[in-house]
């Protein structure tokens, strides 16, 4: 028997979107190989309706199973199966599915319930499909004696009868859902080191959106540890993104004493602050053709976040706010950061800027007419400018 093995893989969404479906495909299949190129010899085919992803064809299983792990990565993917490769024969394949039971009932133990599900891309192939499960599934009951269960199976042997081969596959891996990186613009992420910011980054990569990321630094109150900490988060992002993240630094120390001493008692320095993040992101955002903001931001998680608060920082900007996580209790997003690698490199303890020059009891209801008062003692058009104009950009690579 053919030791040929190949992944299947599955999209869901894409089917929605219409008119769209072909230019969804094609991105889902260029990331789809952006994510196996660090495989040598793998390869992603797309033939009747399907993607298959092929691990190296002198690959041994450990080549299989890091074939799955990268595509476990790519957005837009509902599911997926790695499969055996055999000859379009019963006989081939009935062996194949017994085989494939067999590492199930390794799995789970005792005797499970199974069906077997055939799909022919090649409808020609005879027997027809009802017949091909009946013929499969025979061999299985004789082989295994498992029972079937139609209705709720605990496992699914699948067969697939495609035009030069047949695939047989028991197994079934989650992917991650959402829609391709790429096709639905690009946005920039105001990343810091917290936990939730690289979270709302990934909500936006898993809607189909390509990042870029501004991080503001007041050196030397926020340490080379700290910026380092978060180009570790973008690259760990691209890592999902399946491509560099243009991170721009922003030197913003002296911008935030000037903006703490506009402040008066500083009760709205944090508000202050904030307004002036997204106007210079905005600047960054629109030199790299993006068309919205993204925060970490959560409602009411701290002083910052209030509804009055969140309303004044985003009247700085004319551009969509984006805040992924605003529903999220930070426990949710707690999971998600763990669940996605950013979570460790997250509560690494260096300090936030914002957390400088902050009295004990900020300003929970910010009033406009007072930011505005406050604003109207420095030239905040001109620091946005030039934070931005000064921005150092670091290429985020996919580690
Ligand atoms: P995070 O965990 O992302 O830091 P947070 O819950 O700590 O969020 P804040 O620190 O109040 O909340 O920040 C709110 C949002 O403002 C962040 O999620 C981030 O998008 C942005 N932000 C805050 N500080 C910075 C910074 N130094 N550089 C870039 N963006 C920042
Ligand atoms: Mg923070």
Redesign the pocket.
Same mark, same amino acid.
């Given at each position: 028997m053919s030791e040929r093995k190949v992944v299947l893989l599955r999209y869901g969404e894409i089917f929605l979107k219409g008119g769209n479906r072909g230019f969804f495909e094609k991105r889902l299949v260029s990331n789809a190989k952006r994510a196996v190129a660090q495989i040598a010899g793998s390869r992603i085919e797309r033939v009747h309706g399907r993607v298959l992803a092929w691990p190296p064809a002198e690959g041994d299983a450990a080549d299989g199973k890091k074939t799955v792990r990268a595509l476990e990565r790519v957005f837009g993917l509902t599911s997926l199966s790695p499969a055996h490769v055999v000859e379009r024969d019963l006989a081939a394949i009935s062996r194949a599915a017994v085989e494939g039971a067999r590492a199930e009932v390794a799995r789970r133990g005792g005797k499970p319930t199974f069906k077997v599900e055939t799909r022919r891309a090649d409808k020609r192939f005879q027997p027809a499909s009802p017949e091909v499960s009946r013929q499969v599934g025979a061999a299985i009951v004789e082989a295994l004696g498992l029972p079937v269960d139609v209705h709720a199976p605990m496992f699914t042997v699948g067969v697939e009868i495609g035009f030069e081969h047949a695939f047989v596959f028991a197994e079934s891996v989650p992917g991650p859902g959402g829609l391709p990186v790429g096709v639905t613009g690009r946005v920039e %992420? %105001? %990343?810091?080191?917290?936990?939730?910011?690289p979270v =709302?980054g990934w909500m936006m990569l898993k809607r189909g959106c390509e990042l870029g990321a501004?991080?503001?630094?007041s050196f030397p109150y926020t340490g080379d540890q700290a910026k380092e900490k978060v180009i570790t988060l973008a690259r760990k992002l691209a890592a999902w993104q399946l491509g560099d993240v243009r991170l721009k630094v922003v030197g913003f120390t002296d911008v935030q004493k000037a903006l703490r001493d506009a402040s008066g008692d500083g009760r709205l320095a944090v508000v202050l602050y904030?307004r002036m993040?997204l106007r210079v992101a905005e600047r960054l955002a629109r030199a790299d053709k993006a068309r919205a903001l993204v925060?970490?931001? =959560?409602l009411a !998680?701290?002083a910052? !976040?209030t509804l009055e608060n969140l309303g004044v920082i985003g009247d700085a900007t004319r551009m969509p706010m984006l805040r992924p996580c605003l529903g999220h209790d930070k426990q949710e997003t707690i999971a998600i950061a763990r669940r996605i690698g950013t979570y460790d490199t997250?509560i690494l303890p260096f300090d936030?800027?914002?957390s400088l020059f902050v009295p004990e009891h900020p300003e929970t209801r910010a009033k406009m007419e007072d930011v505005v008062a406050c604003e109207a003692r420095v030239d905040v058009e001109a620091m946005a400018d030039a934070c931005a104009g000064g921005a150092e950009l670091v290429i985020a690579r996919v580690a």
């Open positions: %992420l %105001l %990343l810091s080191g917290g936990i939730d910011s =709302a501004t991080y503001f630094h904030r993040m925060t970490g931001e =959560a !998680q701290v910052s !976040q997250s936030d800027c914002c």
